[in-house]
């Protein structure tokens, strides 16, 4: 897919991005409604910038949204934060907790801040959300002692659904971020006959120049968390032979053997939306059977995105491509699923599992990545991030389909 990157700058200038996220906090509003909820206190890193736009990169302190079910939301974060909040943040109600120079807080520590958030907003003792997939048993404690509710209710499930759907502001980001990742792949393949590390690091140096050449402006960090901050999120990974089926791991300075695969997995972030793009390369010449599965693997994706539209379910979604498979000869190796959902996080809600009954929506961003895995000698996957549209898709990763061979 060749993109105009200018053409995508001037149709992101025209959006108004306080309208953007009240739709977006709206929409969560409708829910805490039907769930008969009052208000919702998010921690989540990737759930505050959803209801704020704003995202400190290092989370040593807590950033906290505090929205009502009726009312517009509160963002509250560390005054070390009073100045980058203000920046960045999209809300008006900015509210700072802990003492940093000159700023005012209104509150010592976090819960005693919440507390006077939640007395100002009248949910004292109300029903309010919560995230379970997220906050501790602790955090869960001084969460129910802060706003004086007997239970909280958990509303992540709610929370992940609702991050799914993306408005064309976030497609626009995921536009550029998979363009910055299309020249990561390609570096990393042109490198891939080097060791691991060397094509990583070309695939990195790529997508960082092409970054501070065409879209500077623009933040290519992530989330952090109390430990540590995401400040570039332009990163690779290529694995070689055996190490290919570890799935996730550093790359190193073993160089590809022939009759072997590698796997590079590109990740790229614009202004905290990322996407990725995989494929797999063919070290000389492989095998038969692990050449039918590549073949097959191939098939498997063509057969994927030839269905894949709004109104279908993920799990005919999985059929298609893994007819492919049980076509090759290869039932006993199907995959537990066939790619993730994309966004603010490289891996999100839906996971596209055998059997699932979830149906795709236009404006879902997810992977198409159906793979093989054989422990010990390697796997055959390719992974393209793509928009889900009433009719199709819109592909947007775009290295070529075909087999690679190097």
């Known amino acids: 897919m060749s993109i105009n990157i200018q053409l995508i700058k001037n149709e992101l200038k025209k959006f108004d991005r306080k309208i953007l ?17 009052d208000g919702l206190i998010c921690f989540k890193p990737q759930n505050t910038f959803f209801l704020s736009g704003f995202n400190p990169i290092l989370y040593s302190h807590p950033v906290v949204v505090i929205l009502p079910a009726i009312g517009s939301p509160v963002l509250l974060c560390h005054s070390l934060r009073d100045r980058h909040s203000h920046d960045e943040c999209v809300l008006d109600d900015i509210r700072l907790f802990g003492a940093w120079g000159k700023s005012k807080p209104i509150a010592n520590d976090v819960y005693t801040a919440i507390g006077i958030i939640c007395d100002d907003l009248k949910l004292k003792g109300k029903h309010i959300g919560y995230e ?6 602790v955090q869960y404690q001084k969460l129910r002692d802060a706003t004086n509710t007997t239970e909280l209710v958990n509303f992540s499930d709610t929370m992940n659904y609702l991050r799914m759907i993306k408005d064309e502001y976030d497609i626009n980001l995921m536009r550029l971020s998979a363009y910055l990742g299309n020249i990561g792949m390609k570096a990393a393949i042109d490198n891939i006959r080097k060791t691991e590390a060397e094509a990583s690091i070309a695939s990195d140096i790529a997508m960082r120049q092409t970054w501070v050449k065409e879209l500077g402006e623009f933040e290519v960090g992530a989330f952090g968390n109390t430990e540590g901050g995401i400040v570039n999120a332009l990163w690779t990974y290529s694995m070689s032979g055996y190490r290919v089926p570890y799935g996730c791991d550093c790359p190193k300075n073993r160089i590809p053997q022939e009759g072997e695969v590698c796997l590079p997995v590109v990740w790229s972030s614009m202004n905290s939306l990322q996407t990725e793009i995989e494929r797999t390369v063919i070290i000389g010449k492989l095998d038969e059977e692990h050449n039918r599965a590549y073949d097959a693997m191939l098939e498997a994706r063509r057969r994927a995105k030839a269905i894949c539209k709004a109104g279908v379910t993920v ?39 055998r059997g699932s009954d979830l149906t795709l929506e236009a404006g879902m961003v997810i992977t198409i990545e159906p793979g093989l895995v054989f422990p010990g000698w390697g796997s055959v996957r390719a992974s393209d991030s793509v928009v889900v549209l009433e009719d199709g898709i819109e592909v947007l990763t775009d290295y070529p389909e075909e087999k690679i061979v190097r």
Do not use: W
């Not at 996220?21 to 909820?37: G, I, R, S």
């Open 21 to 37: 996220l009240k739709t977006k906090y709206n929409k969560v509003q409708a829910k805490m409604l039907e769930m008969d909820l």
């Open 132 to 137: 379970g997939d997220f906050i501790s048993v």
């Open 315 to 353: 799990g005919s979604l999985y059929d298609a491509a893994c007819t492919a498979y049980i076509e090759a000869g290869f039932r006993d190796y199907l995959p537990g699923r066939i790619g993730h959902g994309l966004g603010v996080s490289l891996h999100e809600s839906p996971s596209l599992n």
